[in-house]
């Protein structure tokens, strides 16, 4: 059997445990397990104990197993990753109807955003992100945004593990530049992508948090640089935050200081 082969044998024998697992609602026996599944017991066992390793599945003091905490936090996340999609549809259409302009929601993935939806405008002459598509962080406006909550430590390590890759002239390419760039995006609540990640194509981009205030995505405004106007960074702030509030984000409200 050749070697691809037997690794998608692997995944295969491991979704028919998950599922055999997911079947019960107590923890149950590996005989139980390995009948249910079609596995020999030994199969089985070495099988739930690397899962049980990486915590996708748990065994109880009885010695049976059940679905661990690590597919409970992917479930969630993937529910999450669905569920801003959902609500950031039909803010990003309105958005695209008022500047004219393809805008994007995007997810980062360590990092690099990952572009996972856009609303294209009806131009003849236009900017399109494919979706599935990938930058790296220090390319994009969102990036910027999501790289101005970070610390200053975690923003010198992320130049230094990353390199810094350039796409254009205008790409950043120290670590004082970034790190100005960032500066800029926190204090102002958006970023700029001016040709950076592409020639002739600018951006504008904001983060998007959840109920527990915590970046999830990010949204941006793509166009030929030539046409990119800054009225529409409170255009484009606006619907992030209508987002971000749709997801249960409340921003803190500082008490008033008594003069």
Same mark, same amino acid.
């Given at each position: 059997?050749?070697?691809?082969?037997?690794?998608?044998?692997?995944?295969?024998?491991?979704?028919?445990?998950?599922?055999?697992?997911?079947?019960?609602?107590?923890?149950?026996?590996?005989?139980?397990?390995?009948?249910?599944?079609?596995?020999?017991?030994?199969?089985?066992?070495?099988?739930?104990?690397?899962?049980?390793?990486?915590?996708?599945?748990?065994?109880?003091?009885?010695?049976?197993?059940?679905?661990?905490?690590?597919?409970?936090?992917?479930?969630?996340?993937?529910?999450?990753?669905?569920?801003?999609?959902?609500?950031? $549809?039909?803010?990003?259409?309105?958005?695209?109807?008022?500047?004219?302009?393809?805008?994007?929601?995007?997810? $980062?993935?360590?990092?690099?955003?990952?572009?996972?939806? +856009?609303?294209?405008?009806? +131009?003849?002459?236009?900017?399109?992100?494919?979706?599935?598509?990938?930058?790296?962080?220090?390319?994009?406006?969102?990036?910027?945004?999501?790289?101005?909550?970070?610390?200053?430590?975690?923003?010198?390590?992320?130049?230094?593990?990353?390199?810094?890759?350039?796409?254009?002239?205008?790409?950043?390419?120290?670590?004082?530049?970034?790190?100005?760039?960032?500066?800029?995006?926190?204090?102002?609540?958006?970023?700029?992508?001016?040709?950076?990640?592409?020639?002739?194509?600018?951006?504008?981009?904001?983060?998007?948090?959840?109920?527990?205030?915590?970046?999830?995505?990010?949204?941006?405004?793509?166009?030929?640089?030539? $046409? +990119?106007?800054?009225?529409?960074?409170?255009?484009?702030?606006?619907?992030?935050?209508?987002?971000?509030?749709?997801?249960?984000? $409340?921003?803190?409200?500082?008490?008033?200081?008594?003069?």
């Amino acid at each position: 059997m050749s070697e691809k082969s037997s690794s998608i044998q692997v995944i295969d024998r491991v979704a028919s445990l998950l599922e055999a697992i997911a079947g019960y609602e107590e923890a149950i026996s590996l005989k139980v397990l390995a009948a249910d599944s079609g596995l020999h017991a030994s199969t089985a066992f070495r099988i739930l104990s690397s899962l049980t390793e990486h915590g996708f599945v748990e065994k109880s003091e009885a010695g049976g197993y059940r679905l661990g905490n690590k597919l409970v936090d992917l479930g969630s996340r993937a529910h999450a990753h669905v569920d801003i999609l959902k609500q950031a $549809r039909e803010i990003m259409e309105k958005l695209c109807q008022q500047v004219e302009e393809t805008v994007n929601l995007t997810l $980062r993935q360590g990092d690099e955003v990952l572009y996972v939806e +856009r609303v294209v405008a009806k +131009r003849m002459m236009r900017v399109e992100q494919v979706i599935g598509s990938r930058a790296p962080l220090h390319l994009t406006a969102v990036g910027k945004a999501m790289l101005g909550e970070m610390s200053g430590r975690e923003v010198s390590e992320y130049a230094k593990r990353t390199g810094m890759p350039h796409y254009t002239v205008h790409s950043i390419r120290s670590l004082s530049g970034l790190q100005k760039s960032v500066r800029a995006a926190r204090e102002q609540g958006y970023a700029l992508d001016n040709e950076e990640a592409e020639i002739g194509v600018g951006c504008i981009g904001v983060i998007i948090r959840d109920g527990h205030g915590s970046v999830v995505a990010g949204l941006s405004v793509s166009c030929p640089m030539e $046409r +990119r106007q800054d009225a529409w960074i409170e255009l484009v702030k606006a619907a992030g935050e209508h987002i971000s509030r749709r997801l249960g984000y $409340r921003p803190v409200t500082l008490p008033a200081v008594k003069k």
